[in-house]
């Protein structure tokens, strides 16, 4: 399991548990669920059209989900996004419909963009996923403290001239970053599920922002590498673990939070840091 | 002129006549649900829906059915048995939940994908589920897909005025006197069943266009419901009709040889249709500004 | 009734604002002046303008006519020169940020970056909390706390960037009489103490009658300001509404009563407000 074959697998999963945990939790926090599953859907259709031109998959899946997050922020108003959202998505698919139809050897290919391919990863997609990869950290970093009081209380955000619309492409742009970092390796369907469900899981646990952040990453690494080890295992794809553990972590966390109303008779007030 | 639109062979080709039968059914069936949906703001928890149908059609095929429809249906029902006993109420909530529940699905699709290509070299078995098989549809569906619309169109005839009235305003619909649960949880079952059949023509991927798309591009053109949806039955059949005929009319155009798909034809004009409603409201709004008793934005006092 | 007024060393002045929003004229030659450390009560029934007001002053609504200056000067960058505690604000029970956390956004949220531990920091949001008394749910989340706890945090939230003004939308709208004169009497002290100029809207103005040095009745689009003596009179508010209006005192308490039928009733503490036909779909 820990060959040199599967070194890039290894190194390429815990870059994206990160991304997908920092990203995720914003994403989670702003109530941006379908933005997230539908920019992986999408961009999936710049990878198919991206290797039916011969060029690197990672390009097309940038290209197509920047595209599909600035469609999403400029065609959607002001908060309800989702008739948008899904209308973007759904273009997108067809044209990765389109771009399939046209080549002709496409089937592992496509399956492992869906689902998730352990051996997905090359050396050359390593740096690439890197760079994605550390700019969309960054990028989270860097935008922390703003994002976070916009997303919770929009109108003193204005206020402290904070505009909220350029803060709304800014957070889908670097989910599109994100999305291009972490497809490879866990595939367009089951990446926004590595995004939401450690940070849902997450905020059930703690209070406190920054520790959810921490135990959202921290959640999203556990998930994927159980699931890279257990799909090397049963060369079933990785996405059906992240998929199915990311679920079962939700119920968990929120059978927690029930158990712990439960025994108090009531929501506790001050709560563990 | 007329006759060059129509490339020979169109008005009688049988896959053809399936094709229109069953696409102008299921579109309209979309449409009528789609524009509650809509209003409701439950786009994505349409979406899911079909996507879901993606594990209920690749599990059906690994238990051996010639087609997915009742795959997609028993999958899409159950999702929207799920979705009603996850309730909650906020929308992100919702749509966390929601979104949850699709990841496990979807990772289960991914698994009964995976044990169809090794079981059976059938590598075709995806793009049927993941976007759609119009073209190469069993005649003898036709009946199914027919009664299964009408049990759904049925659904929401029979709760029109309940259904309007508890997705404009839930609390004024409580007050008198309806089951605003109840009629969301038949709403679901309408959802489901044209996810499903919308599904089985444009694939699970791309179902969500012919159940988003007409209905939201109609509420643009105007605000009253029944028109809406009269006008988006209208958009929804006109799109699948036009896609149809294209995507005959393709098989000589480049790359040669297969055409091009007709799902994605449909969901390209599906787009374009919005987009021509969506842009002149957009230029409109940018050439006048706030301060003529023109302009339209801002928020009340 | 805003005639030609100086600026300087005003605190605030609102000069000529005219605003046109969905073809309506809400706003017509508003004026008006908060000096330093001054109480100033911004009253209206719904509808009257007034978050409109409060939107163009802290310069998220472009006026079409006037300005606004801000101890002398226009407004520029914004920062945390302004407290700003808007309506209400709904907050999902799931969200992890605690009472504590909010407080200290209202320090630096604008800026970029994580926030760095800092005894500094860590000793300012807890003065702030004990200030609005809420140093007992510092821990719980925002989602949380009850109505009037969520008032007190946003007023936190506000003051502790040492603003020179602070603006509050109707912090009294659906609290009961109880908590009505609890948050009153919290904003007058927080804000005594350090001299801060205080606007603050509202429908009713007799929670606020002990505390204001000055009012701003907004109706009908216009405004006229001055004390509570020289505004809330027959003849003044008549001419603002321009139909004739009776202003009652019982005990100490205010009632303004408009004497044509045409007109709706408004009373000092009933809430007028004006119910769509629900025909047509509100759909974004």
């Known amino acids: ?273 | 002129m007329i006759g060059q639109l129509f490339e020979p062979g169109f008005f009688t080709n049988g896959a053809v006549h399936t094709a229109l039968i069953v696409g102008a059914v299921v579109a309209v069936i979309s449409a009528c649900v789609g524009v509650f949906t809509v209003i409701r703001s439950q786009a994505f928890a349409g979406h899911s829906l079909s996507d879901l149908g993606t594990t209920g059609g690749s599990a059906s095929f690994l238990a051996g059915a010639s087609n997915p429809l009742w795959g997609f249906v028993i999958a899409a029902l159950a999702g929207a048995g799920l979705i009603e006993l996850l309730g909650a109420r906020r929308r992100s909530d919702r749509d966390l939940a929601t979104g949850i529940v699709l990841g496990a699905a979807l990772g289960l699709s991914a698994l009964f994908l995976y044990l169809d290509t090794s079981h059976s070299s059938t590598t075709g078995v995806s793009t049927t589920i993941l976007f759609g098989s119009l073209f190469v549809l069993d005649p003898s569906m036709i009946p199914a897909a027919v009664a299964l619309t009408v049990v759904a169109l049925a659904l929401l005839a029979g709760s029109y005025r309940m259904l309007l009235l508890s997705s404009l305003s839930p609390e004024l619909a409580a007050a008198r006197g309806i089951r605003v649960r109840l009629i969301g949880a038949l709403y679901l079952v309408a959802l489901g069943l044209a996810v499903a059949l919308a599904s089985l023509t444009i694939g699970a991927l791309l179902s969500t266009a012919l159940l988003i798309g007409p209905p939201a591009t109609a509420l643009r053109l105007s605000k009253q419901p029944a028109v809406a949806i009269l006008a988006a039955a209208l958009i929804g059949v006109l799109a699948t009709w036009l896609g149809i005929l294209l995507a005959y009319d393709s098989y000589n155009w480049p790359p040669l040889g297969h055409g091009w798909p007709v799902s994605f034809l449909i969901v390209a004009l599906i787009f374009s249709f919005y987009l021509l409603t969506e842009l002149p409201t957009r230029l409109l709004r940018t050439l006048r500004p706030n301060r003529q008793p023109l302009a339209n934005a801002g928020p009340e006092p | ?284």
């Not at chain 1, 990869?133 to 209380?153: D, F, H, K, T």
């Not at chain 3, 017509?28 to 002053?57: M, Q």
């Open chain 1, 1 to 273: 399991m820990f060959s040199t074959l599967m070194i890039n697998t290894w190194l390429a999963a815990t870059i994206v548990a990160v991304v997908a945990g920092s990203v995720g939790f914003f994403a989670v926090l702003r109530g941006s669920a379908f933005a997230a599953h539908a920019l992986p859907q999408g961009a999936f259709a710049g990878a198919a059209g991206a290797s039916l031109l011969g060029l690197n998959t990672i390009l097309g899946l940038g290209v197509f989900s920047v595209l599909g997050a600035l469609a999403i922020s400029l065609l959607g108003k002001r908060g309800r996004h989702d008739a948008v959202t899904a209308l973007t998505l759904v273009l997108m698919l067809g044209l990765g419909a389109l771009f399939l139809s046209f080549s002709v050897e496409y089937a592992p290919e496509v399956y492992s963009l869906l689902f998730g391919e352990i051996l997905g990863v090359s050396r050359g997609d390593l740096l690439p996923i890197a760079l994605l990869g550390a700019a969309s950290v960054l990028a989270i970093v860097a935008l922390y403290r703003p994002l976070l009081l916009s997303s919770v209380m929009r109108d003193s955000g204005e206020a402290r001239g904070l505009n909220s619309r350029t803060l709304e492409v800014c957070f889908l742009l670097v989910l599109a970053l994100a999305t291009s970092a972490t497809i490879p390796v866990v595939g367009a369907f089951l990446m926004f599920s590595l995004m939401i469900a450690p940070a849902g899981s997450a905020r059930t646990l703690t209070a406190n922002p920054l520790t959810a952040l921490g135990l959202s990453i921290l959640i999203a690494l556990a998930t994927v590498w159980i699931a890279v080890a257990a799909a090397y295992e049963t060369n079933w794809p990785i996405g059906f673990y992240v998929g199915t553990l990311g679920a079962a972590g939700y119920v968990l966390a929120r059978a927690r939070q029930a158990w712990q109303i439960r025994g108090h008779g009531h929501l506790v007030v001050a709560e563990q840091a």
């Open chain 3, 1 to 284: 009734m805003s005639s030609a007024i100086a600026s300087g060393e005003r605190m605030l002045v609102v000069d000529g604002i005219d605003v046109w929003l969905s073809g309506r004229e809400i706003l017509h030659d508003v004026g008006f002046a908060v000096e330093a450390g001054e109480f100033t009560g911004l009253i209206g029934s719904n509808g009257a303008g007034k978050t409109t007001l409060l939107r163009v002053i802290l310069g998220l609504q472009p006026p079409s006519a006037g300005r606004v200056l801000l101890e002398g000067r226009p407004l520029g960058r914004r920062g945390t020169a302004i407290g700003y505690v808007p309506q209400k604000v709904l907050f999902d029970p799931d969200i992890p940020l605690r009472t504590r956390d909010l407080v200290a956004l209202g320090l630096d949220g604008e800026r970029p970056g994580i926030p760095l531990p800092s005894r500094r920091r860590r000793a300012l949001v807890e003065e702030m909390l004990e200030a609005v008394d809420a140093t007992d749910f510092a821990d719980a989340r925002i989602g949380n706390l009850s109505g009037g706890e969520q008032q007190r945090v946003l007023i936190a939230h506000a003051l502790i960037g040492r603003p020179k003004l602070l603006l509050l939308d109707e912090p009294l709208a659906n609290l009961d009489i109880r908590s009505e004169f609890e948050v009153v009497e919290l904003i007058a002290r927080v804000t005594q103490e350090q001299q801060i100029s205080v606007l603050i809207s509202a429908h009713d103005m007799n929670p606020l009658l002990p505390v204001m040095d000055r009012i701003v009745y907004l109706a009908a689009g216009r405004a006229a300001s001055g004390t509570v003596g020289e505004v809330v009179r027959s003849d003044v508010l008549s001419s603002l509404y321009g139909s004739h209006v009776d202003v009652l005192h019982v005990h100490d308490r205010v009632v303004v009563v408009a004497g044509q039928a045409t007109d709706s009733i408004l009373t000092g503490s009933d809430e007028s407000v004006r119910h769509e036909p629900q025909d047509f779909i509100r759909v974004s």
